[in-house]
Every structure is written in structure tokens, then in C-alpha cells.
């Protein structure tokens, strides 16, 4: 009796989850079985596997075979799981060299009957996952090696054939040398950055007549990572404002691109290859649903949500108020948390939704209150309080920054001047206060003043006497707990616009004034 054992990896919603393979063979008569929760896709890897060994003239053992998959609760799926099935037989079969190292190793591919490596969907969660497990090596199919290979410190052996990996592990110098000229071939002739026109679409701010505190207020979002809502008549220009945000935002690390990058693959698969470094922007349809932006389906196949598909960057929803009342409830608990936990009967996954939230949205159903220059509102003040009402609560509660656009007036839009400042421009201020930022937050889990939690950022950096007095005074009169915390987390932002250690209490007090939205003060 011998047992051979490697590893493999499922993925459950964004994240891969390493699996043990132990492969026990013994003598009986011929008998194979694959247990540990798999699928019909895994189940149907013995004969896959099985004939693709045969093609490859590698030995066969004849006894009683069962194939076990750890852990046992997980479920596993798809056809992923073949080639580390396969070695895990092969190696409690045949003498291979250092078989203790092999058992560390860990391998995708799918298995073609006649012993090729087909690729799989997506291997960037794996390559991730077997990164932080410290494996020595992950063996993927040849197609598959430059989506592997954006995970730096990872070693990556791309094979074609299970015969070209046999050769490989038995010290084929041949196979070796094969090995590497495929890795050279697959290698991404752009290095994995996006092609420099797809940067070149996003609107300027310079485009937008007029609007400063909108465009200041947009700044300070930027800066800080603050949900963000835009409220106004029809036409002032609240899409176009929100639409500027993405161009302001610095790239993202190399963590967060790896993560980013993770997520498009397992939800765009025909998306080109490629390291995404610009922080994601989804503006779904108001008629969306609370599945849609959440996420949900079976415990096997969790579907991805537009919230998590928008992780580290921007989810715009225009036409805020038309939005079903449950999908705008759902977004509440990951506003604040950064995560979405989806917990059906029979299994629970965490996905990442760390998002920015940008609102828009008319003051009225007809879109034409507070506009006191166009055609009057023909809404009741019944008819008002009802429409707004979807947004106020809770939800409201958790924005940041709230401004109220007005029409610009008629000197605002023939300004030909050249005074507005470009996206440019504000994005090298933007990304000078989030170095600030960074450099404070240093030893901590957090990269932006958004993302704080308020016990931890009045812990670390005690309020000053100063703006305490403030902050009790505001208390008292017109916000809520946590509308004063997210208050100080602003003005956290605005003193690091202006260079300053610490903010003052002018800024507490230009943060009290990004909150106090016109359309919810009348």
C-alpha cells in the first residue's frame, strides 16, 4: 500500500482555497473512488485522468484507488482538479525524486485524453492562495502561465502534456529547457499594464462650467475615499461631476491589482489579459436588483455582485432614488464594512466590497425642484418628502459628503478662460493628501481616512480640545453619532489637502458643511 499526496485549489466566490489531494492505492481488486465532496465535473475526472496517464504511457496501478480530497466540508468543483489528481496517483505509484517536495507543490489543469494540459478559467486566485501558503511551485497549463506569472514571488512551471511535466519532475534537462521556452511564449508583449488609450477616455474636470463646491466636494471624496452624494435639478450636471471621480483616484498597488484583476477574470472571462491598475467603476441601471448589486445564488456557484466587482473602486448609481428600496438597503452593512457576507442554506462565502459610493439624484420626481430658472417644480411638498425619502435613513446616514448642485449661470458656462482646474491637476493634489494619509496609517490595516473605524481613529489620534468642543456642540444640535465620526474622518482628508499634521477646527467645520445637503435641510 502507498499513498502519494499534492495539492490543488478550488475557487469559492473570489478566493481560492487550497486542497489536499492523497491518492491511496492498495491491492483488490480494480476499484477507484473519489471522495471528499466533489462535483459531477470532479467525479468524472477518473476516466479523464485515467486515459490521459494511458496516452502518456506513464504506469497505471491496477489495484483499489480512492482519492481523497481535504478538507472533506468544502465543496469541490470542476475539472480544474485533474492534473493534481492525477500526480497524486502517479506518485503513490511510480519512484519519482523527492517526493516529500512534490507533496507542497500545487497543480491546475484540466486533463484531455490525450494527456495535454488544457487551461482552466482563471488561475490568479490560486497563484494568490498558493503564494500566501509558501508553496514551492504551481504547475498550470502552458495558456494559463502569464495570468499565473502576475504574482510576484511565486515560482510558475507552465506545462503542455502530462508527459512534458513527467519529464520535468524525473530531471529531464529536455523538459526543463521545454518548459521555459513555453513560458516564453506565453509572455504578455505589453508587461501586464492596460494600453495607454484606455486611460484616455475618462471625462476631464475641466469640462464642468461652474459648480466649485461640487468640484471641491468631489476632491475631498477623492482624497479621503468618502461616499459621495450629488443632489440637484435635472441637467445641472451631477452625471457628468460623478463621472470625473474615476480620473482623480491614484492607481492602485500591487495588491489591490492582483485582487481587481482576480475578480475580473473569475467575472469577465473573455476580458484581455493584463494587470488592471485603475481602480474599477461599475454605474449599474436603476432598475438593478438587490441580487444584482449583492451578489447570491447556490452554495456550489455563488454569483458575484456588482458591489464586489467595484472592490477598490467606484460604484456609481445614477438616478439614485428610482433604485429598489431593498437593493438600496442591501448596500448599508458593506458600506461601512468593506465585505459582503452571503449566507444561504448550506454555505456561506465572504466576498471583498471595499467601494466607493457615489450618489446622484433629482430632488423630485419631475427633477425640476430648487431650479429657479428653468420651468417650475409641479411636484407636491407630499410628492417631494416621499421621492427623497427612499435615500434618507440609514443609508443617507452613512454618506460622507452631501452637496447640493445649482443651475451655473450664464457667465459660468461662456467662461473661456482656461481657469478650471484639469483632472490632472487635481489628481497630483489628491494623491499628495493620500501620502499624507499613507504615511500616518503606516502600521495599520487601513489606506484611507474613509476606511478607519471611529473607535480606532479617535484611539490612535485623540481629538484635539479644540474641534472636541466642536464635535459636542454639533451633537447637540443637528447630526447623528455617526455622522459626527464620519465628520472627523473628513476633516481628517481636508487638513491633509492643505499639508496640515492635525485638522483644525475650520476643517471639522468645512466637513459639517459637505454634510449639510440642501435637499435634506429644506
Known amino acids: 500500500m502507498r499513498t502519494g499526496r499534492t495539492r490543488t485549489a478550488v475557487v469559492l466566490g473570489v478566493r481560492a482555497h487550497l486542497v489536499e489531494v492523497e491518492a491511496h492505492v492498495a491491492q483488490g481488486l480494480p476499484h477507484w473512488a473519489i471522495v471528499g465532496l466533489p462535483d459531477a465535473a470532479v467525479s468524472e475526472s477518473r476516466e479523464r485522468v485515467r486515459a490521459a496517464v494511458a496516452s502518456s504511457a506513464l504506469p497505471w496501478p491496477t489495484g483499489r484507488i480512492t482519492v481523497g480530497l481535504s478538507p472533506a466540508s468544502l465543496p469541490k468543483r470542476g475539472s480544474g482538479l485533474d492534473l493534481g489528481i492525477a500526480m497524486a496517483v502517479l506518485a503513490a505509484t511510480a519512484d519519482l525524486p523527492d517526493v516529500a517536495a512534490l507533496s507542497r507543490w500545487v497543480f491546475v489543469g484540466?486533463?484531455?485524453?490525450?494527456?495535454?494540459?488544457?487551461?482552466?478559467?482563471?488561475?490568479?486566485?490560486?497563484?494568490?492562495?498558493?503564494?500566501?501558503?509558501?508553496?514551492?511551485?504551481?504547475?498550470?497549463?502552458?495558456?494559463?502561465?502569464?495570468?499565473?506569472?502576475?504574482?510576484?514571488?511565486?515560482?510558475?512551471?507552465?506545462?503542455?502534456?502530462?508527459?512534458?511535466?513527467?519529464?520535468?519532475?524525473?530531471?529531464?534537462?529536455?523538459?526543463?529547457?521545454?518548459?521555459?521556452?513555453?513560458?516564453?511564449?506565453?509572455?504578455?508583449?505589453?508587461?501586464?499594464?492596460?494600453?495607454?488609450?484606455?486611460?484616455?477616455?475618462?471625462?476631464?474636470?475641466?469640462?464642468?462650467?461652474?459648480?466649485?463646491?461640487?468640484?471641491?466636494?468631489?476632491?475631498?471624496?477623492?482624497?479621503?475615499?468618502?461616499?459621495?452624494?450629488?443632489?440637484?435639478?435635472?441637467?445641472?450636471?451631477?452625471?457628468?461631476?460623478?463621472?470625473?471621480?474615476?480620473?482623480?483616484?491614484?492607481?492602485?498597488?500591487?495588491?489591490?491589482?492582483?485582487?481587481?484583476?482576480?475578480i475580473r477574470a473569475l467575472t469577465e472571462p473573455g476580458a484581455p489579459p493584463g494587470l488592471i491598475r485603475r481602480p474599477p467603476v461599475m454605474a449599474p441601471h436603476h432598475t438593478s436588483t438587490d441580487i444584482a448589486l449583492i451578489g447570491g445564488g447556490s452554495p456550489d456557484r455563488p454569483r458575484i455582485g456588482l458591489i464586489t466587482r467595484a472592490h477598490t473602486g467606484v460604484l456609481f448609481l445614477d438616478e439614485a432614488a428610482e433604485f429598489p428600496q431593498t437593493a438600496l438597503d442591501a448596500l448599508r452593512q458593506s458600506m461601512e464594512s468593506g465585505r459582503v457576507a452571503l449566507t444561504r442554506s448550506g454555505f456561506h462565502v465572504e466576498l471583498p466590497a471595499r467601494f466607493q459610493l457615489v450618489l446622484a439624484t433629482n430632488p423630485c420626481a419631475c427633477g425640476r425642484a430648487l431650479d429657479t430658472t428653468g420651468r417650475p417644480c409641479t411636484c407636491t411638498s407630499v410628492q417631494r418628502r416621499r421621492y427623497l425619502a427612499r435615500l434618507e435613513g440609514p443609508l443617507l446616514d452613512r454618506i460622507d459628503v452631501r452637496v447640493t448642485l445649482r443651475r451655473p449661470t450664464l457667465v459660468e458656462l461662456t467662461d473661456h478662460d482656461g481657469r478650471r482646474l484639469t483632472s490632472a491637476q487635481v489628481a497630483a493634489q489628491v494623491h499628495e493628501a493620500r501620502q499624507r494619509a499613507t504615511a500616518r496609517l503606516v502600521d495599520t490595516p487601513w489606506r484611507t481616512n474613509a476606511a478607519v473605524p471611529a473607535h480606532e481613529l479617535r484611539r490612535r489620534w485623540p481629538v484635539p480640545a479644540a474641534l472636541q468642543g466642536a464635535l459636542d456642540d454639533a451633537a447637540r444640535s443637528r447630526d447623528s453619532v455617526r455622522g459626527l465620526d464620519l465628520s472627523l474622518r473628513v476633516a481628517w482628508t481636508v487638513a491633509d489637502l492643505r499639508g496640515a499634521a492635525a485638522p483644525e477646527p475650520a476643517d471639522l467645520q468645512r466637513a459639517f458643511d459637505l454634510r449639510n445637503s440642501e435637499v435634506w435641510t429644506t
Open 110 to 262: 484540466e486533463l484531455g485524453l490525450d494527456g495535454g494540459v488544457r487551461p482552466v478559467g482563471s488561475v490568479l486566485p490560486t497563484a494568490l492562495a498558493a503564494r500566501a501558503a509558501q508553496a514551492p511551485r504551481l504547475v498550470v497549463p502552458a495558456a494559463n502561465a502569464h495570468e499565473a506569472s502576475l504574482v510576484a514571488g511565486l515560482p510558475v512551471l507552465p506545462v503542455v502534456s502530462l508527459r512534458h511535466l513527467w519529464a520535468v519532475l524525473i530531471g529531464d534537462e529536455t523538459g526543463i529547457a521545454a518548459a521555459e521556452a513555453v513560458a516564453a511564449a506565453t509572455a504578455d508583449p505589453l508587461g501586464g499594464q492596460l494600453a495607454p488609450e484606455l486611460a484616455q477616455q475618462l471625462p476631464d474636470l475641466a469640462d464642468v462650467r461652474g459648480q466649485d463646491e461640487a468640484k471641491w466636494a468631489l476632491t475631498v471624496a477623492a482624497a479621503g475615499g468618502h461616499h459621495l452624494c450629488l443632489a440637484g435639478p435635472a441637467g445641472v450636471g451631477k452625471t457628468l461631476i460623478a463621472s470625473t471621480l474615476p480620473s482623480l483616484l491614484p492607481d492602485l498597488d500591487d495588491e489591490e491589482a492582483l485582487e481587481v484583476t482576480a
